[in-house]
Structure formats: structure tokens, C-alpha cells
């Protein structure tokens, strides 16, 4: 009996040891609430049935490739899948414009669900890209970590309302960091347009896929690139003057600046250290040829310090500029104590009265803090930049040239006499 009870006891401790090991592997393999998060919204309308991809249809190709990337996504990747045009078969445009919904919820992939839900799939009805845009958008705001979103479609939005463009803009505006690539399987030129258009505004790429390779290629280097991020800029919003502006320390920052208006930012220097800042200013919609950018560096009594320009003229995506400004370190305590700098942005992209003006144009902004250099031999490091400075300069060589200039004169005029 007591041989037994030994029996049962150890055989209880052994399950319990076996269950406190696997617990914490199992715990290990699901997602964390910070993992990277990435919606796949397929269009499922009714043009998906055109049979020109290696021989097959539009839907059958995005099914194939669907199932190689689930196979494919990293672990540490929360996936949902989301469709447009996919229930609504009907001529009710109102109910075709609604027509998205979430297949698959974000989170750990369970790959014969996931699979299974993709193979169900039939091409049907209207293409709402604008809709479905903010539903994936819903779909991603779960817990932290980067959001990206994968819009695979063979045409334009078919509604117009939302627009799918203003859509982007307004999700960009939000400052959550959310990313749209988009994968166009037609090649008309109203869809690159539209999609390129999507995905420029939130710091997108747009893709033109003809082969199921390309598509399942592409979809899976989004996917990596996903749980491998770059370093996520911070949301802020700058004044309309430097007293009310936010202090910035060191990092990437994002912003929306109008048509016109002028940003301020601050930056708080310590003697000893060299401010580098860049701005660029992202060009999300269509723009009048001739364009330049903007940033100085201002004190606190309104002197500038520094400036960094750039201009242009024709098509460009983003127009970027820079400044560097290094503060001597001081000997006296009183110089020792941190310095306030005002950064000024502003932009002349202007744009036809057809365009939409809200929001305003993206920005990005990075500071970085270094140490001076202890032999200042950049032009800012005395303020050369500086107003002041930069006159007085100017007087002691005019009056220079003006003294030589004149002896010279005299003494040809006294020449000219003796001969």
C-alpha cells in the first residue's frame, strides 16, 4: 500500500515537472503584446476572376500566395487577414461600398485556420479600398508594437467615397505610424496611380506584380520587414511661435505643416555639445513644379544662429535640409548652464485650388546631440552665421579693400604726374 501511494506521489511530481517545463516554452512562442502587427487586405471583388496570371485567375494566384507567406511568417509576427468585395454580389452600391470584413483576426498564426479561410474565398462584388483601409486600421489597434498593412488589389476603389488617397492621409495624420504597401496586379495607369498615392502618404511602397512568384515574394519581404523595424519616430506638433513650442530631445519626430505655415520646435543645448538637425518634407499629393525647404536655428531673443536650405523644380517625392550648430564649452559656471534653440521649419509647396489642403504635408524631423568639437574650426562655431557677425566682417573688409583701393589710386595718379 505504501509502495503505492509512493507510486502515485512520484508520478504526480513527474507530470507536475513536466507541465512547469512546457509551460514556460509554450508561453515563449506566442506573440507578445509589443510584437509587430500586419493586416493582409485582399480584394476579393468580382474582377479577381480575369485569368491572366501564369495561366490562372487573379484570386487563384492570391490564394497561392497567401498560403506560402502563412507558412512563411516569423514567429514573433502578429498576422490578421482582412477582405474587400468578398459578400455583397448585389448592384446596391451602398451595401457594395461596406462590403470588408476581417477574415482573420491579428495575432499568432494558426496556419490550417488561417488557410482555410483564405481557400473559402470566391470573387464577387465592389472594391471599397477606402473603407476597408479604416477597418484595418481598427483591426491593428491592439496593444503596441509597429502596424503595417499589405493592400493587394486589381483596380481602383470603385466607390470614391472615402476617398482611398484622402483615407491614407488622414491614417498618417493620426501619428500612430502606420504603414501601407501597396501590390497592384493590374498595370492601367489609374490604379498605379491611386496606389502609389496610398502608399506615399504614410511612407509606403507600391508594387506592380505580374507573376504569383513576385506576389508571394513580395508579400513575405513586407511581412519580414515588418519584424525587423526601423527606429519609430515620435508624434509631436509644432507651434506657431518658439515660446509655445515643444522641447525635443534627441530622436525622429513627425509632424503636419499646411501650405504656408511655419513650425517651431525647441532644442535645449548644453555648452559643449554640437546640434544636428535635418528636416524633409513629404510631397503626398500633386504639387506646383517649384518648391524649397526651410530649417534655422533661432536663440530665445529671436537672433538667428543658423540656416539650412534646399529648392527645386519638377517631380519629387520629399525635399530635405539640414544644419549643424556647435556651442563652445564654457569656462565661467554661468556658461556651463543649457541653451535654448529654436528650430523654425517651413516649406513653398504650393498646389492647385483642386487639391485638398488638410492634412498638411508630412514632416519628419531628427535631432542628434554630439559633442563639439574642441578646435572650432566650422564657420558657426564663432557665428560667422550670426547677423552681427557676419556685418562686421563685411565692414573691416570693405574698409580694407577701400584703404588699399585708394593708395593704389594715388600712387598711379602720382606716376602718371612724373611722367
Known sequence: MIIRKRLAAGACALLAALAAGTAPANAADE???????????????????????????????????FNEVIDAVPDDVRLGIRTLGANYPG??????????????????VNRTEAKAAV??????????IG??????????????????????????????QPDPCDVARELAAKGTHLTVDTLGLAHDDKTREQLSCIAEATGGTYTTVRHT?????RIKQLVRR?????????????AAECAKAPELGVGIYTDRSAF???????????????????????????VDPDYGVLVRAV??????????????????DVMSAGLRYPIAEGKKDEDKQARTVCLEVSHSFSAPASVKRDPGLPVELAVDLVDAPDDPSDLAAFGLGRGWVLLAVLVVTGLIAGLLWGWLSRWRVSVWRTN
Do not use: F
Request: aromatic fraction near 4%.
Open 213 to 217: 512568384k513576385e506576389l508571394s515574394g
Open 226 to 238: 515588418a519584424a525587423d523595424p526601423v527606429e519609430t519616430p515620435k508624434a509631436t506638433q509644432g
Open 131 to 160: 473603407y476597408a483601409l479604416r477597418g484595418a486600421d481598427a483591426d491593428l489597434d491592439v496593444g503596441g508594437g509597429t502596424r503595417r498593412i499589405v493592400l493587394i488589389t486589381d483596380g481602383e476603389d470603385s466607390c470614391g
Open 119 to 128: 481557400a473559402t474565398l470566391r470573387p464577387t462584388g465592389w472594391t471599397p
Open 91 to 108: 448592384d446596391d452600391k451602398e451595401l457594395g461600398c461596406k462590403d470588408s470584413k476581417q477574415l482573420y483576426p491579428v495575432g499568432p
Open 31 to 65: 506573440p507578445s503584446k509589443n510584437s509587430p502587427k500586419v493586416e493582409l487586405v485582399l480584394d476579393v471583388s468580382g474582377s479577381m476572376r480575369a485569368r491572366d496570371v501564369d495561366g490562372q485567375s487573379r484570386m487563384a494566384a492570391a490564394q497561392q500566395a
Open 299 to 316: 536663440d530665445d531673443s529671436g537672433r538667428e544662429l543658423v540656416r539650412g536650405t534646399d529648392a527645386g523644380s519638377g517631380r519629387t
Open 260 to 286: 504656408g505655415q511655419h513650425r517651431w520646435y525647441r532644442v535645449k543645448v548644453t555648452p559643449g555639445q554640437e546640434l544636428r538637425t535635418s528636416v524633409s518634407v513629404g510631397a503626398d499629393r500633386a
